[in-house]
């Protein structure tokens, strides 16, 4: 994510790592906005939306550092 952020030109840091990382992200921010709906199983929603974004995010790393 800090490498989205910060738009870093590393040879390493690819545009599937990017977007890896920036999924990741956006399943996180989805998964609080959908907390604050306070629905009903929206709850269980945020959890797999928030285990779902930092695994994409441990794939980008894992891809990041293979490549190197």
Known sequence: LILYILNV???YA???VNLFFLIGFLFCVAGLILYTL???YIHTVFH???LIG???M???TIILFGLQ
Do not use: D, I, Q, R
């Open 58 to 60: 441990m794939v980008g």
């Open 48 to 50: 797999v939306a928030t």
């Open 14 to 16: 690819t545009l599937t």
């Open 54 to 56: 930092p695994v994409l």
């Open 38 to 40: 306070k629905k009903k």
């Open 9 to 11: 030109n590393s040879p």
